[in-house]
């Protein structure tokens, strides 16, 4: 096995050519956060970029993109902005501790990478497979409505209409280029998350996500969505497209109308208009946020871990992290652990 580090960017339309053969060989690969024009837009941003080429047999056998981080140890290509990472493949076998030895790395970290992957399961932290909840599309947007419990159709409704009563008529624009609707979202989030205005601090998360946003690439356009009630924006969404499949990005909202619920409006206007344009696919993001489970109605497992080079710095990982989430979960229990050590 042969593995060769590169830019994003020095990829030819060969290689280009065989990426996107790559993604369409797993329904989890055909999604815009493993293509190569997300690779791609980060590297222009981030000279910290690469992309691992595992060759074997004289052919390119996966790619592998990453960041290069501190103390040479890899993270996903545009971390914490990447809802998939993994291998992008056609199910070859894969010696995942290897191609990292050979990437020149000491490890590399992930946080959730299809758990089908058979090069990265004997590499996932315990603890850590969950669902990656999706709006299956696939039957149309009425068959996934009527799906929905009598509650959650009721409530999305009344929302609906309340907010047309005390604002307007409700609707949604699919697909806005104007840098000020970009701006406003990122506004709205930094406004109420920690972490979002940690990530958006970064000037080039803001330009990455500044040029995805308007990107119209096949394997990875842009979408801006905006739910407006009157002359009124109330909730602004940026996804990713690729063909038959939309994944959800960032949503933000007006939090003077957040009675309303403007964001889980957003997201179901977005679906039905999803539905319309053939996209059968509409995925949320890995995480256990209570509304993406409410909302989904199917879903695929995924988990996070880390491939480290020597066996020995797998070890001393791995038990400085069963004691830091025994800490988390019974303080006591992980101090009796530590003195132990210790002594």
């Known amino acids: 096995m042969r593995v060769t580090v590169v830019r994003p960017g020095d990829l030819g339309p060969s290689e280009a050519s065989l990426w996107a053969r790559f993604q369409k060989s797993s329904p989890e690969l055909r999604n815009p956060f493993f293509s190569l024009t997300f690779a791609q837009a980060v590297g222009r941003h981030r000279p910290?970029?690469?992309?691992?080429?595992?060759?074997?047999?004289?052919?390119?056998?996966?790619f592998l993109?990453?960041?290069?981080?501190?103390?040479?140890?890899?993270?996903?290509?545009?971390?914490?902005?990447?809802?998939?990472?993994?291998?992008?493949?056609?199910?070859?076998?894969?010696?995942?501790?290897?191609?990292?030895?050979?990437a020149g790395l000491r490890g590399w970290r992930y946080t959730a990478a299809p758990a089908d992957q058979p090069a990265l399961a004997a590499?996932?932290?315990?603890?850590?497979?969950?669902?990656?909840p999706i709006i299956d599309l696939?039957?149309?947007?009425?068959?996934?409505?009527?799906?929905?419990?009598?509650?959650?159709?009721?409530?999305?409704?009344?929302?609906?209409?309340?907010?047309?009563?005390?604002?307007?008529?409700?609707?949604?624009?699919?697909?806005?280029?104007?840098p000020d609707h970009t701006h406003q979202l990122i506004e709205w989030k930094t406004a109420k998350y920690?972490?979002?205005?940690?990530?958006?601090?970064?000037?080039?998360?803001?330009?990455?996500?500044?040029?995805?946003?308007?990107?119209?690439?096949?394997?990875?356009?842009?979408?801006?969505?905006?739910?407006?009630?009157?002359?009124?924006?109330?909730?602004?969404?940026?996804?990713?497209?690729?063909?038959?499949?939309l994944s959800g990005w960032f949503t933000g909202y007006d939090h003077d109308l957040a009675k309303f619920s403007p964001g889980k409006l957003a997201m179901l206007a977005t679906a039905e208009e999803a539905a319309r344009r053939d996209i059968t696919r509409f995925e949320l993001g890995a995480g256990q946020d209570s509304y993406k489970s409410r909302i989904a109605n199917a879903?695929?497992?995924?988990?996070?871990?880390?491939?480290?080079?020597?066996?020995?710095?797998?070890?001393?990982?791995?038990?400085?992290?069963?004691?830091?989430?025994?800490?988390?979960?019974?303080?006591?229990?992980?101090?009796?652990?530590?003195?132990?050590?210790?002594?």
């Open 299 to 343: 879903s695929y497992a995924v988990a996070g871990g880390a491939v480290w080079v020597i066996p020995g710095e797998r070890a001393v990982r791995g038990l400085y992290r069963r004691l830091h989430l025994e800490r988390e979960v019974r303080p006591d229990v992980a101090d009796r652990a530590a003195t132990a050590s210790s002594d």
């Open 138 to 178: 696939s039957d149309g947007y009425t068959s996934y409505y009527v799906s929905r419990s009598r509650k959650f159709t009721a409530d999305f409704g009344q929302q609906w209409r309340s907010l047309e009563r005390r604002v307007g008529p409700v609707s949604l624009e699919w697909g806005t280029a104007a």
């Open 123 to 132: 590499h996932h932290y315990a603890g850590t497979l969950a669902e990656a």
């Open 48 to 62: 910290n970029s690469r992309v691992a080429v595992v060759e074997a047999d004289g052919a390119i056998k996966a």
């Open 65 to 102: 993109p990453f960041d290069l981080g501190p103390q040479r140890i890899g993270l996903p290509i545009g971390d914490p902005m990447i809802n998939l990472q993994g291998f992008v493949s056609a199910g070859a076998t894969i010696d995942a501790r290897q191609v990292i030895r050979k």
């Open 194 to 245: 920690d972490g979002a205005r940690q990530t958006f601090s970064d000037r080039a998360t803001r330009n990455i996500v500044e040029e995805l946003v308007v990107t119209s690439s096949e394997d990875c356009g842009g979408l801006v969505a905006i739910l407006r009630a009157g002359d009124r924006i109330v909730a602004i969404s940026a996804s990713l497209i690729c063909p038959g499949v």
